[in-house]
């Protein structure tokens, strides 16, 4: 057998699984956020536009149970606001406004999901604010792992820079964070 055919196939596999870790770990949770704020916008909209349809009640009753909570404008106003939320926390990068509204999201979600099942569970909308809710849970868990990854990035970083310039090593250093082969858990 070839030891370079051999070395190749390793190479093209290594370079595969390295790229599904970086597909399923470290991509696409920004596009995610802004899906989630703009549905978010857009339901609250769609909720203030209904506000002045006089015949919405009429022809959906499956909103009966959220029009008992609260009314049209004041639904529309709280989906917006935690779209501009998200939205803005994305487009600032402030990490903390990011996990307020995602986490806000998947509450809300929750939320419209449990009132339309107990209204009408049939109805498209049910599963759909649920689907909603799991895509919400799941960009808050995303946000808090890239948060993590990077902050282990950065002390590597110092400590890779403080054992170059001759410093002893200290806790937290390259030595210390690769013992036993992984880093240590934030």
Same mark, same amino acid.
């Given at each position: 057998?070839? #030891?370079?055919?051999?070395?190749? &196939? =390793? %190479?093209?596999?290594?370079? @595969?699984?390295?790229? *599904? ?69 994305? #487009?600032?990068?402030?990490?903390? &406004? =990011? %996990?307020?509204?995602?986490? @806000?999201?998947?509450? *809300? ?78």
């Amino acid at each position: 057998m070839n #030891l370079e055919v051999v070395a190749q &196939a =390793r %190479r093209a596999m290594r370079k @595969a699984f390295s790229r *599904l870790y970086e597909i399923v770990w470290r991509r696409d949770i920004e596009y995610a956020e802004i899906q989630g704020s703009l549905v978010a916008l857009l339901w609250g909209t769609w909720f203030i536009q209904q506000y002045y349809d006089v015949s919405f009640k009429a022809r959906l009753p499956v909103y009966n149970s959220l029009l008992k909570v609260a009314t049209h404008e004041a639904w529309g106003a709280v989906f917006i606001v935690i779209g501009l939320l998200q939205f803005f926390g994305l #487009l600032f990068s402030k990490y903390t &406004a =990011r %996990r307020i509204g995602t986490m @806000a999201a998947t509450v *809300l979600w929750l939320f419209i999901g449990i009132f339309l099942a107990m209204d009408e569970w049939r109805t498209f909308s049910c599963p759909t604010a649920f689907a909603f809710a799991l895509g919400s849970a799941w960009g808050f868990i995303r946000i808090g792992q890239t948060h993590v990854i990077a902050e282990r990035q950065h002390r590597l970083a110092i400590a890779l820079s403080a054992e170059k310039k001759g410093a002893p090593p200290v806790s937290g250093s390259l030595r210390t964070m690769t013992a036993g082969g992984r880093p240590p858990s934030c």
